[in-house]
């Protein structure tokens, strides 16, 4: 099982940028697509953004297109989320999650392990 520690949240006004940090460890990182997912208060967890096991594929939820932009180093077991533009409606708390396979990433409700996440708050 994958251990996951993001970092890299933090207060932001809103049309500023914030670049989200995920360490791996625990499992070959290289041979799994990665995602983003986000937890707002007394929302569900929703899935953000994806990228497959080579980063030559990236995927995202339709409210993040064009602002969000996902990445990964394959060498330091690191995937990135890079944050600009952002809007109040990014507040949440943000966490990565490893996919089951090299380029998909099953739904938040199908996870039993999450890390600690990191809160992204975005002032108006």
């Known amino acids: 099982q994958a251990q996951l520690v993001e970092s890299g949240g933090g207060l932001v006004q809103a049309g500023g940028s914030l670049r989200l940090s995920c360490v791996s460890s625990?499992?070959?990182?290289?041979?799994?697509?990665m995602g983003w997912f986000r937890q707002a208060p007394g929302k569900e967890r929703e899935f953000v953004a994806g990228?497959?096991?080579?980063?030559?594929?990236?995927w995202y939820v339709d409210s993040v297109k064009g602002r969000f932009t996902i990445s990964r180093d394959n060498a330091k077991n690191t995937v990135y989320l890079q944050m600009d533009s952002l809007k109040p409606e990014d507040t949440a708390v943000y966490y990565c999650?490893?996919?089951?396979?090299?380029?998909?990433?099953?739904?938040?409700?199908?996870?039993?392990?999450w890390g600690q996440g990191t809160q992204v708050t975005v002032s108006s």
């Open positions: 990228i497959s096991w080579s980063g030559g594929s990236t």
């Open positions: 625990g499992h070959t990182f290289s041979n799994y697509a």
């Open positions: 999650n490893s996919g089951s396979h090299a380029t998909s990433i099953p739904p938040a409700d199908e996870y039993h392990y």
